[in-house]
């Protein structure tokens, strides 16, 4: 199994630029994509990026040129860089995991537990 944590987000000023962090721990054999999703009030999770063992990276249109999401593979970590956030960027922030637990069996996927980013006008 794999268990993820998530650290980052609170409450943060319009045009600020924190960032999300999540470490994977666990039995697992190897992680094949790490990512975040968001999902806003009212509306459906979304992806807003994700970065597969190598170097490819998916943005969300709407985060594309703001946000940057990096992996240390040396330390099971994923993490979010968000500048110049808008009021419309709040939502419910989980990390995301795509791995397998043993030797060229099937990959899972995982979930965080979730961070709530709130950004004020």
């Known amino acids: 199994q794999v268990q993820l944590v998530e650290s980052g987000g609170g409450l943060v000023q319009a045009g600020e630029s924190p960032k999300l962090s999540c470490t994977a721990s666990g039995s697992f054999f190897s992680i094949c994509v790490m990512g975040w999703y968001r999902q806003a009030p009212g509306k459906q999770r979304e992806l807003v990026a994700r970065?597969?063992?190598?170097?490819?990276?998916n943005y969300l249109d709407s985060v594309k040129g703001r946000f940057t999401s990096s992996r240390d593979n040396g330390k099971n970590t994923v993490y979010l860089q968000m500048n110049s956030l808008k009021p419309e960027d709040t939502a419910v922030y989980y990390c995301?995991?795509?791995?397998?637990?043993?030797?060229?069996?099937?990959?899972?996927?995982?979930w965080g537990q979730g961070t709530q980013v709130t950004v004020s006008s």
């Open positions: 970065i597969t063992n190598g170097v490819r990276s």
């Open positions: 995301n995991v795509d791995a397998g637990l043993v030797s060229d069996g099937p990959v899972f996927r995982y």
